[in-house]
T-cell receptor, first 111, second 114 residues
Framework: ELKVEQNPLFLSMQEGKNYTIYCNYS?????LYWYRQDPGKSLESLFV?????AVKQEGRLMASLDTKARLSTLHITAAVHDLSATYFC???????????FGTGTRLKVLA | NAGVTQTPKFRVLKTGQSMTLLCAQD?????MYWYRQDPGMGLRLIHY???????AKGEVPEGYNVSRLKKQNFLLGLESAAPSQTSVYFC?????????????FGQGTRLTVV
């Protein structure tokens, strides 16, 4: 059964600092996603990673995928307050068509 | 662009009552999903559908039923609501193409069972 773990669950950081959120999953998967959720809102897609070694960047966020280690990272560079949100990774495989989500990382960027 | 629309947005039920949540998508996606979101537990998959007329169980299907009579609609039913079903429910749809595979989410339904 596919399990997805994220850490940390909570992250409070100063503006301008760098940090990484980790997403581990338990079984072979060929697709990994990162989403952002603002309080009281729906989920917004950030990145889609479809192959080993894939790296995607958008602004201060960069996501990578290592399928051999079953690990994805979301790196935050020089954080700003607007990045405060909850970030989820989700894993899927083309055999089951299910998206399984991690528990989420609540990020708070302090001015 | 409507995308994925959930009805209703908010609902309060008494224990034992029944209700149906409606999810409608206008993107012609084959795959649709129902999740519940609870604090500290992320999103958990309740049921999903890989096409019109099909449904399958997810991680936490107990107490829920679903139907996909039309491709664009996915209904989630609670036959006898319990306080443990208080949650925020999200519907999602996906094309599951070769490269276009992300799931698109509705705005959520906040359900309280008292």
């Amino acid at each position: 059964e596919l399990k997805v773990e994220q850490n940390p669950l909570f992250l409070s950081m100063q503006e301008g600092k760098n940090y990484t959120i980790y997403c581990n999953y338990s079984t072979t998967s060929d697709r990994l996603y990162w989403y952002r959720q603002d309080p009281g809102k729906s989920l917004e897609s950030l990145f889609v990673l479809l192959s080993n070694g894939a790296v995607k960047q958008e602004g201060r966020l960069m996501a990578s995928l290592d399928t051999k280690a079953r690990l994805s990272t979301l790196h935050i560079t020089a954080a700003v307050h607007d990045l405060s949100a909850t970030y989820f990774c989700a894993v899927a495989n083309s055999g089951t068509y299910k998206y399984i989500f991690g528990t989420g990382t609540r990020l708070k960027v302090l001015a | 662009n409507a995308g994925v629309t959930q009805t209703p947005k908010f609902r309060v039920l008494k224990t034992g009552q029944s209700m149906t949540l409606l999810c409608a998508q206008d993107m012609n996606h084959e795959y649709m999903y129902w999740y519940r979101q609870d604090p500290g537990m992320g999103l958990r998959l309740i049921h999903y559908s890989v096409g019109e007329g099909t449904t399958a169980k997810g991680e936490v299907p107990e107490g829920y039923n679903v139907s996909r009579l039309k491709k664009q609609n996915f209904l989630l039913g609670l036959e006898s609501a319990a306080p443990s079903q208080t949650s925020v429910y999200f519907c999602a749809s996906s094309p599951w193409g070769l490269t276009n595979t992300e799931a698109f989410f509705g705005q959520g339904t906040r359900l309280t069972v008292v």
